[in-house]
T-cell receptor, first 116, second 109 residues
Framework: NAGVTQTPKFQVLKTGQSMTLQCAQD?????MYWYRQDPGMGLRLIYY???????DKGEVPNGYNVSRLNKREFSLRLESAAPSQTSVYFC???????????????FGAGTRLSVL | GQSLEQPSEVTAVEGAIVQINCTYQ??????LSWYQQHDGGAPTFLSY????GLEETGRFSSFLSRSDSYGYLLLQELQMKDSASYFC??????????FGKGTRLHILP
């Protein structure tokens, strides 16, 4: 089982360049998430999508856009990259919550992004 | 606002028991989760409390008290491979999931 797949694994950008981080899950999960992780800051939620066709802002959405292309795919776009966006980005997904199931998030391996 | 507070670092001895606390200033969440992350890796699920009380999963246990706005992760029979960062997280009705800043666990031989 592939689980959550993120591409690329590494990326170096120059300030002002744009790029899209791709995320796909094969577990038929409804909810998908994008987090960034910086030293000492934990995981900060950028955007999330509770279902296909919906997206919502998280804690740190500025400078990012997202697209929930279909149930499987959730992409994160940086329109004009800035050095402050240098970080490790994680995509995650969760299965539908029934009230009796454990709320388990499954994470991709991460994308390490450097903006020079 | 929504905030989860954890100690930044905890040190314990191999074979011992350690407790990692998580206090929160938020409400209306469905449950408290715990994740482990090794250096260079992705977070992986450890435990989840939907209700107050203790949940046990092998060497790991987690506790939640909504009246005290407090939870903890208990690791028993510590092994060197438990050296990692541990995060608490809360899930809200709209599926938003927020994490604490994490606790770095150092284990001494």
């Amino acid at each position: 089982n592939a689980g959550v797949t993120q591409t690329p694994k590494f990326q170096v950008l120059k300030t002002g360049q744009s790029m899209t981080l791709q995320c796909a899950q094969d577990m038929n999960h409804n909810s998908m998430y994008w987090y960034r992780q910086d030293p000492g800051m934990g995981l900060r939620l950028i955007y999330y999508s509770a279902s296909e066709g919906t997206t919502d802002k998280g804690e740190v959405p500025n400078g990012y856009n997202v697209s929930r292309l279909n149930k499987r795919e959730f992409s994160l776009r940086l329109e004009s990259a800035a050095p402050s966006q240098t970080s490790v980005y994680f995509c995650a997904s969760t299965r539908p919550w029934t009230g009796e199931t454990k709320n388990i998030q499954y994470f991709g391996a991460g994308t390490r992004l450097s903006v020079l | 606002g929504q905030s989860l507070e954890q100690p930044s670092e905890v040190t314990a001895v191999e074979g011992a028991i350690v407790q990692i606390n998580c206090t929160y200033q938020t409400s209306g969440f469905y449950g408290l989760s715990w994740y482990q992350q090794h250096d260079g890796g992705a977070p992986t699920f450890l435990s989840y409390n939907a209700l107050d009380g203790l949940e046990e999963t092998g060497r790991f246990s987690s506790f939640l008290s909504r009246s005290d706005s407090y939870g903890y992760l208990l690791l028993q029979e510590l092994q060197m491979k438990d050296s990692a960062s541990y995060f608490c997280a809360v899930k809200y009705r709209d599926d938003k999931i927020i994490f604490g800043k994490g606790t770095r666990l150092h284990i001494l031989p």
